[in-house]
């Protein structure tokens, strides 16, 4: 057998595995997992065999060995300037074109019928394979593509317009939201004085009273000194036990209230929250004046991501925020 014989086998089985490698690596393996679960018999014979993960590295050792004593055979056989032209077409051929193309049904079935044969090998050579594995864990590391909290958004947007993208636009909308509710302030989200209702301590409870709570639809009030004052002295919530009652609003009220600034964050505002068990945030500015509320609700809002962004100060709200609503109508339209 000739040396051109000899590498034209070589040629043919590189190219085997640069195809194998693609067909077998083109699904992330959980993804792999799901596909074999669901009855698929393509997937369901090379998910046994992406499991083991000395795969990626015995086929690439088998490719490169392949590829090499090709190179070498040829080169041995012509003159050097055609061992030269035939060396640039095989390596760009083998490392650039094979594996950025479209995986093809060919691909997959080639692999399936190619994986009871690797399941044996592997098998046969297990502590050899062992060692590969930790070889390639330390040199071939897989990186996400993200480095910072910010690239999420990125992240989400290429999911968005994944062809084969499951999640849902509503699941996406909500994710995109979360992530930029993680830059979001106070400022962008409470309520100021003048949209808010207050109470004085003094106003009694009666019809008129809680008439003008419930038509107000806060579920929390700010309660001062006088009804023109910014005097704070309470929170009252619509729903305490015995509003209904006879008695003053200072009555019912709860002293105990909890402030926040309105250069602090949302994540702030919640652990207040959590930590207060009060409704209700008064909103102070640098100089400790009341300037508004923060309801649970309002932040509960921008939380868990409603249709529409709770934004009251839409004016004040800064470019990398307001793009959480323009993230949204991008995924709603994926």
């Not at 594996?99 to 046969?124: C, E, V």
Request: proline content about 4%.
């Amino acid at each position: 057998m000739t040396n051109l014989s000899v590498a034209g086998i070589c040629l043919v089985l590189a190219l085997l595995m640069s195809m194998l490698r693609k067909a077998y690596f083109s699904l992330p393996a959980y993804e792999l997992k799901r596909r074999a679960v669901s009855g698929d018999k393509i997937y369901s014979k090379l998910y046994p065999a992406v499991a083991n993960r000395s795969l990626r590295g015995l086929l690439w050792l088998l490719m490169t060995a392949l590829a090499a004593a090709f190179l070498v055979l040829v080169s041995l056989s012509v003159n050097l300037g055609l061992a030269i032209v035939v060396a640039v077409i095989w390596i760009w051929l083998l490392y650039s074109w094979l594996p950025n193309r479209r995986t093809s049904s060919i691909d997959y079935r080639l692999a399936a019928l190619t994986a009871p044969f690797f399941i044996w090998l592997f098998n046969w050579a297990h502590p050899a394979l062992k060692y590969l594995e930790r070889v390639q864990k330390r040199y071939n590391e897989i990186h996400t593509g993200v480095y910072e909290y910010q690239d999420l958004r990125g992240f989400l947007r290429l999911q968005a317009q994944q062809p084969d993208n499951r999640i849902s636009p509503q699941q996406l909308s909500r994710l995109a939201k979360l992530v930029a509710f993680e830059e979001a302030k106070v400022n962008h989200f409470f309520k100021p004085w003048k949209a808010t209702i207050k109470l004085a301590e003094s106003d009694i409870v009666g019809p008129k009273l809680l008439d003008e709570m419930h038509r107000s639809k806060q579920l929390s009030f700010a309660v001062t000194k006088q009804r023109n004052s910014h005097q704070i002295c309470g929170v009252l919530s619509r729903d305490v036990v015995g509003l209904s009652s006879e008695g003053r609003v200072s009555d019912y009220m709860r002293s105990d209230f909890a402030t926040i600034g309105r250069d602090d964050s949302m994540e702030d505002a919640l652990l207040s929250f959590a930590h207060s068990s009060v409704p209700l945030l008064i909103v102070l500015d640098k100089e400790s004046e009341a300037v508004g509320t923060l309801s649970l609700k309002d932040a509960l809002d921008a939380l868990l991501v409603l249709d529409k962004p709770a934004v009251v100060n839409k004016a004040e709200v800064p470019a990398e925020i307001d793009n959480q609503v323009e993230v949204e109508g991008e995924l709603s339209q994926a």
